[in-house]
């Protein structure tokens, strides 16, 4: 059964209209979906609902698409708020780090400048594609939220950040520290400055570790994610 995002409200029953032409377009030209077929939809509010078309072409406009709620039931929701401050990385993967935090779980995205972010600037509208995506494919009901880029400076000091100077172990860390909700932050290529990390500790951050070895910042991303996401 296929899954898709709506921007429109679904109601818990009756009709509702579909406009947005790429989905429509991918509907009818690439599915080749027909009255009477089924499929999944949700909005974002936790909830999903089996839907039939009722029409994609005739008395409604080409434009838009007309379906009917069959059943809407609780969606798969993640069990935990987990907010991802990610540095800027390299374009492809900063979008691999975006698909992935979704499958996982994250519930918003926080990209932040820092001074070895080679990357300045994020696609948005790209960006939202790729997370809506990856909630249709991973099965959840809602979509996570990217916020506006923020400086390094401007991490807030509840923030937990990842660094191989870190002094105390991640996985013990998440181990005793199971509140919710709670942020996490990952460098950039080449990872944190001294000066960063100093500033970090000026702030009373916490800064843990995962070992003596380096990971890759999308590699370090999805294994904070997996950490912090366990409950």
């Known amino acids: 059964m296929h899954r898709f995002f709506v921007k429109e409200k679904i109601p ?9 032409e790429t989905l429509l377009n991918q509907w009818r030209n690439v599915l080749r979906m027909e009255e009477g ?4 939809l949700f909005d974002g509010d936790g909830y999903e609902s089996l839907c039939e078309v009722v029409s994609l072409t005739g008395k409604i406009a080409k434009k838009n698409a007309l379906l009917k709620v069959l059943e809407t039931k609780r969606g798969l929701v993640p069990a935990r708020d987990v907010t991802l401050y990610v540095a800027l990385i390299k374009k492809d993967n900063f979008e691999f780090v975006l698909e ?7 519930s918003h995205i926080v990209p932040v400048q820092a001074n070895r972010s080679e990357k300045k600037d994020v ?7 790729i997370l809506r995506e990856a909630s249709e494919q991973s ?4 979509v996570p939220t990217i916020n506006e880029i923020i400086f390094v400076e401007k991490i807030p000091n509840d923030v937990i950040v990842f660094d191989p100077r870190g002094e105390i172990s991640a996985r013990e860390f998440f ?19 001294d000066t960063e990390i100093d500033l970090f500790h000026a702030h009373n951050i916490t800064v843990v570790t995962t070992g003596a ?3 890759r910042a999308e590699t370090a991303a999805i294994v904070a994610l997996a950490l912090a996401l366990i409950v």
């Open 175 to 193: 181990a005793k520290n199971t509140t919710t909700p709670i942020s996490v932050c990952i460098g950039p290529e080449g990872g944190f400055t």
């Open 123 to 129: 696609n948005y509208e790209r960006a939202q594609k």
């Open 139 to 142: 099965g959840r009901a809602t």
């Open 100 to 106: 992935k935090a979704t499958e996982l779980g994250v």
């Open 37 to 40: 077929d089924k499929a999944i």
């Open 12 to 20: 818990k029953a009756g009709e509702f209209v579909v406009t947005n």
């Open 213 to 215: 070895q380096i990971l």
